[in-house]
């Protein structure tokens, strides 16, 4: 039987030396991966797995994130298809119209590297839902004024990029 050597150092020499009887063949190949655990006992530890990854959910043309890297990295930084980029851990975007776009997320791990995944985000029309339906809602609903008064009121636009509202 030849010399048994680590794997983790091929310098590492004899670890053991079996003398093998027919019966014993078993025994032999414990004792040689025995002495290949103990050669491979070494203090550093491997480096850690470092994985750059999402998952999504739609809703309509909005789309929510959630970073799934592991280890949890330490900064972000996500690009919608050249529509839009964000820095957050898990962001929205609000997709414009049917189609497929790339996103990317490159994360920065602890260890100071950097890791890129892209998955491709499907928008498809929805039957459920009414076309281009755009929706305002305006606060306060009413307001009762004494001549000359003022009001101060807030619109948000949905539906629309283009939130430009004109009152009359």
Known sequence: MGVVRS??????GPLL????APQGVRLAAVLALLGLLLACNDPTPPPALEVAFFSFSVDGAT???ADASVPEPTAWQWDFAGLGTSSEQNPSFDFVGEGQYPVTLTVEFPSGNEESVERTVEITEDADDPGDAISVTVTPTTAMLAPGGTQEFQANVHGTTNTAVTWS
């Open 7 to 12: 794997r983790c150092d091929r310098k590492a």
């Open 63 to 65: 789309v929510s994130f």
């Open 17 to 20: 030396r079996p003398r093998i």
